[in-house]
C-alpha cells in the first residue's frame, strides 16, 4: 500500500535492491566507472517510477544515495 509510509519503504528499498543487482560498482578509485554506476542507477530507478506511473501508481522519486 503506497499510501502508507511503511508501504512506500518497502517499495523504496525493493527498487534499491534491483538497481544494486542490475547496476555493477564499480571500485572507489575508478572515477569514471563511478559516474556510469550513478548513471546506470538513475536511469533504472527512472525506467522503474515511469512503468509505475503507467500502471497508475504515483510514488515519489526516492533518494539513491552515493555509496550504497
Do not use: H, Y
Not at 508501504?7 to 555493477?24: K, P, V
Not at 578509485?29 to 500502471?55: G, P, R
Request: proline share 3%.
Amino acid at each position: 500500500d503506497l499510501t502508507t509510509a511503511a508501504g512506500a519503504e518497502t517499495l523504496n528499498a525493493r527498487l534499491l535492491g534491483t538497481i544494486d543487482a542490475i547496476c555493477e560498482r564499480p571500485r572507489v578509485i575508478d572515477i569514471k566507472a563511478n559516474v556510469a554506476w550513478n548513471e546506470c542507477k538513475d536511469t533504472a530507478m527512472s525506467s522503474a517510477l515511469e512503468q509505475l506511473a503507467i500502471k497508475g501508481v504515483s510514488f515519489s522519486r526516492p533518494t539513491v544515495t552515493v555509496g550504497q
